[in-house]
T-cell receptor
């Protein structure tokens, strides 16, 4: 089956630093990837839609300068949290849509970010 | 615009008992429907999906769901649960169309008791 990986799985950083999270589709091409944020005991909130070779589309209320998204290839999208603050601590999950099977998304295992 | 409602935030049930997790949706266009399961500190795993055709869909781990268009529902069922089914379950919809972003419900925590 389709596999999506995320790296790192956990990261702890100091306030003011930047953190990059990678999302990779391992055995399929993904024209589109999605980035979600999940707070404890809550549902997934879509942050942005990442399209290969073009600028990401951000959801209302998500700061594009704070959450930088790059989708440079059909198998890799990155989310960079710039100048992280404790309120950015969360579980970040990516998903990738198989270009050949466009109705289904495959989810990564998530990245737990803790900003101290 | 779409929305998904999962009325039950928590569902406790004894092992080997049947369970139903409710999901209702609202959309002005045709939709695809999904159920995902999330174990602690993990991503989402697809349980089953409805795209078209038969309204009763079967998924992994013995789960099934029935699409009811008139009631705009897609309830998830399992006739006999196991301790290992304890997890968070999310219902989601996406429109049959352009971006096909997923809209998630708020989730239901299923706890299977021994």
């Amino acid at each position: 089956g389709a596999v999506v990986s995320q790296h790192p799985s956990r990261v702890i950083c100091k306030s003011g630093t930047s953190v990059k999270i990678e999302c990779r589709s391992l055995d399929f091409q993904a024209t589109t990837m999605f980035w979600y944020r999940q707070f404890p005991k809550q549902s997934l909130m879509l942050m942005a839609t990442s399209n290969e070779g073009s600028k990401a589309t951000y959801e209302q209320g998500v700061e594009k300068d704070k959450f930088l998204i790059n989708h440079a290839s059909l198998t890799l999208s990155t989310l960079t949290v710039t100048s992280a603050h404790p309120e950015d601590s969360s579980f970040y999950i990516c998903s990738a849509r198989d270009t050949a099977i466009s109705y289904e998304q495959y989810f990564g295992p998530g990245t737990r970010l803790t900003v101290t | 615009a779409q929305s998904v409602t999962q009325l039950d935030s928590q569902v406790p049930v004894f092992e080997e008992a049947p369970v139903e997790l409710r999901c209702n949706y609202s959309s002005s266009v045709s939709v695809y429907l999904f159920w995902y399961v999330q174990y602690p500190n993990q991503g989402l795993q697809l349980l089953l999906k409805y795209l078209s055709g038969s309204t009763l869909v079967k998924g992994i781990n013995g789960f099934e769901a029935e699409f009811n268009k008139s009631q705009t529902s897609f309830h998830l069922r399992k006739p006999s649960v196991h301790i290992s089914d304890t997890a968070e379950y999310f219902c989601a919809v996406s429109s049959v169309g352009s971006a096909r972003q997923l809209t998630f419900g708020s989730g239901t925590q299923l706890t299977v008791l021994p």
